[in-house]
């Protein structure tokens, strides 16, 4: 973590010297942020039952952004954000669609029982946003996004159920709690390097160099390659994020 963040400072320093040579009218912001959310379909299928637990995952972020004036009313906005998206869940499944790993055989089927899947996504990400101002306090923000991994994760396991291996008529195969009894899987290859979507929020002035901001960030890419059927949803990275902001200039 600690060379990530010389990295994105050593980044941001010529970017920053560069912004002050067309420094008029520009605005420069440092922002540090936790976001709440997962990789999750746009509609709830009917093999996913219900989601027996979540955690909550150290899902941190550190930007800088340069916002430019346009009128007294409007502006945009453009940064570069380092962010940390991340889930853990443990969802209760019904006839879900997998491919897992039970003492090294490799089986794919309807799967019925509980699905824990950990995710993790270390990436670097560029919002550009036309802004709102709502008197003297209050700026929304809305625009698009484009983020590239740096590092990323897509495991889990299956357990305490039975697998019908092909279809849901197949062989049955149960599936226990313990390490040698589950089955397991690893997606990490198959995700995206490149993401896109749309992110909306506000910016809350609280003193002059102080504020806070809330963003709700909703991908229009899946976290997989277009070509990966083994889970049977399309799964899109929502978050909201909340944190703190400090005016630099």
Request: aromatic share 12%; with cysteine.
């Amino acid at each position: 973590m600690n060379k990530i963040l010389l990295a994105f400072v050593a980044l941001m320093m010529p970017v920053y010297a560069f912004c002050g040579i067309f420094s008029d009218g520009i605005t420069y912001d440092l922002r540090f942020g936790y976001a709440v959310g997962g990789t999750a379909p746009v509609n709830m299928p009917s093999s996913i039952r219900s989601l027996s637990k979540y955690s909550l995952r150290p899902n941190f972020s550190l930007g800088f952004d340069a916002h430019k004036s346009l009128s007294t009313k409007f502006g945009v906005m453009a940064g570069l954000h380092v962010e940390n998206k991340g889930m853990e869940i443990d969802a209760r499944v019904k006839n879900y669609h997998m491919e897992i790993v039970r003492g090294g055989e490799s089986l794919e089927g309807n799967f019925t029982g509980h699905n824990v899947t950990k995710v993790r996504q270390l990436m670097l990400t560029v919002p550009v946003m036309g802004t709102y101002r709502l008197g003297n306090s209050i700026m929304l923000k809305f625009g698009p996004y484009v983020s590239m991994l740096l590092s990323k994760n897509f495991s889990g396991y299956a357990c305490d159920g039975y697998l019908r291996v092909g279809d849901p008529t197949g062989p049955k195969v149960e599936l226990g709690n313990t390490p040698g009894t589950r089955g397991t899987y690893d997606f990490k290859d198959e995700m995206r390097r490149m993401q896109y979507g749309l992110v909306a929020g506000a910016d809350i002035a609280i003193c002059k160099r102080w504020g806070a901001y809330a963003d709700i960030s909703w991908g229009l890419t899946g976290v997989h390659n277009s070509g990966f059927k083994t889970i049977e949803q399309t799964l899109y990275p929502i978050y909201g994020t909340i944190g703190i902001v400090y005016k630099l200039k």
